[in-house]
């Protein structure tokens, strides 16, 4: 193990995190490396003390109230559902029992199936309802895939073609199934499409129905007054989310299908 | 569904003083610091559906707080203060000027805090969460949104510049004592 290896480990060991071999490796290392030894002896030495001298500051009582207040807030407006809730409630069951498809987020214990179209749909209307649905109004294919890697943990892959009818306004963070995603916002005239780029692991693609689009299989789905084309493209799903009919949305989806 | 579980606000409040405290070092400043717990809260309230029951509820709480604080002070705040990370890197003397031993313990103390606010905030954020909320490497790359290679690197470097600048404070009351 060389001295820069080593240290790639300081932090797993003094999380107690480091596995047998990889521990022994490194204790052997440290066994012959002054250096290396000197070095962790100061990451640790500098963690006792900021966690002697950070000692917590007593909560503001206002502060603990008015926290109180949100979380009872929040109880009653749970309790007066606004009148939509029902009627989308009871389409989204009839959507799973005709065969929706569900998507299960497999690096979690959740018993909860939660479907990734209704989640989609929700998070286009909310951009939809914003004054300015943009995180970032960069336009530059470059400059944009660097903005959303800097704050994802995943490579971002924008397509390269799109309709020349659609006009790029900029990007988003969004959270789709409890992850951060990428989302490209565009306008065609007064029409708004969300492009949402996911890691495709663990969203097994199944059961919304199926098209071949140019030799990509393109599967669509309806949620409430929305529609959303969702393809695989290397480690990514991405999907296209409108309120367009569906051959404007199979036409502006088959240009971005050309990665 | 963490919606109609008692058991998730019951959490929530009792995670109220870590993520006060998290505000504060985020923030630096107490009133802003209160608004940012309270806009987290909000988020959380909002957001509550998408809270897994098998997930860490405080590290999800302190990711809606990172993000909020992004959104709320820091797109609008100027570059503060930064050190020279690369100098910091090098010697090998684990004691240096922590050793309470070596000095006044009141005066570690504040030339820690000093430290620590002066030092820039993707690194005391990592250091905070590590040294003081205890979050393993996975969770704070989990909270931050970067990979764990480069939370280890914020880390190392952050306290490296903690440690120099520790030095420094240490030779320059050294030098004031002499004179």
Do not use: N
Request: glycine fraction near 6%.
């Amino acid at each position: 193990m060389t001295c820069q290896e080593a240290r790639l480990h300081f932090q797993d060991r003094m999380d107690g995190a480091l596995a047998p071999p990889l521990a022994d490796a490194l204790e052997a290392h440290l066994a012959t490396c002054p250096d290396c030894r000197g070095a962790l002896g100061l990451q640790q030495a500098v963690r006792v003390e900021v966690r002697r001298v950070l000692v917590p500051p007593p909560v503001p009582t206002r502060l603990e109230r008015e926290v109180r207040d949100l979380i009872r807030q929040a109880r009653g407006e749970r309790r007066r559902l606004p009148r939509w809730a029902v009627p989308v409630a009871a389409a989204a069951l009839i959507f799973l029992t005709l065969g929706g498809v569900t998507y299960y987020a497999s690096t979690v214990q959740d018993s909860r199936p939660r479907t990734l179209l209704a989640e989609l749909v929700e998070d286009h209307i909310r951009l939809r309802i914003k004054d300015h649905p943009a995180d970032t109004h960069e336009t530059d294919p470059e400059r944009l895939k660097a903005w959303f890697e800097s704050r994802l943990d995943f490579p971002v892959v924008l397509p390269r073609r799109v309709a020349d009818e659609l006009r790029l306004e900029g990007g988003e963070i969004s959270y789709i199934l409890g992850r951060r995603v990428a989302c490209l916002i565009y306008t065609r005239g007064d029409d708004l499409l969300t492009l949402y780029l996911l890691p495709r692991r663990g969203l097994p693609a199944a059961g919304l129905p199926g098209r071949d689009l140019g030799g990509v299989p393109l599967r669509v789905g309806q949620h409430r007054e929305y529609r959303a084309a969702i393809w695989e493209g290397g480690e990514l799903l991405y999907a296209l989310v409108s309120d367009l009919d569906d051959e404007a949305l199979l036409r502006a989806a088959r240009q971005m299908t050309t990665l | 569904m963490a919606g109609s579980d008692p058991g998730f606000e019951e959490e929530a409040v009792r995670l109220l003083p870590s993520l006060y405290h998290f505000a504060r070092w985020l923030t630096s400043h107490p009133p802003d610091a209160e608004d940012l717990v309270q806009e987290t809260y909000r988020r959380a309230l909002r957001s509550r559906h998408r809270f897994l029951p098998a997930t860490d509820l405080k590290a999800w709480l302190f990711t809606i707080m990172r993000h909020a604080a992004i959104d709320l002070f820091w797109r609008t705040r100027r570059e503060g203060e930064r050190v020279d990370l690369e100098e910091a890197e090098g010697t090998g003397d684990a004691r240096l000027c922590l050793d309470p031993r070596g000095g006044d313990e009141t005066l570690l103390r504040l030339d820690l805090r000093e430290a620590l606010a002066r030092l820039p905030a993707i690194y005391r954020e990592a250091i905070f969460l590590s040294d003081v909320e205890g979050f393993t490497v996975r969770e704070i790359a989990a909270i931050l949104g970067c990979p764990e290679g480069t939370v280890k690197a914020r880390l190392s470097r952050g306290r490296l510049a903690l440690r120099r600048m520790l030095r420094e404070k240490g030779q320059s009351r050294r030098q004031e004592a002499v004179r």
